[in-house]
């Protein structure tokens, strides 16, 4: 990934994560990563969704290293 990428790559906010967060583990059964992993993996699933289950699946992997 080049440098100018990286300035133009879409983010998700905070909030938005750790809310994300909490509803996949609501609708997940409290596997909020596996639910995150699975929705990514939807070829429907629009941009801004995938950022942000991205988001979500990068926070939660950092938790539990």
Known sequence: M???SRFLRPRAAE????????R?????LGEPLKGALSELKDPHVSVERAVL????I????????
């Open 24 to 28: 996949l583990g609501s609708r997940h």
């Open 15 to 22: 909030q938005e994560v750790r809310a994300e967060i909490w």
């Open 53 to 56: 289950l991205r988001a979500c």
């Open 2 to 4: 080049s440098l100018f």
């Open 58 to 65: 990068h926070k939660l992997k950092a938790q539990t290293a």
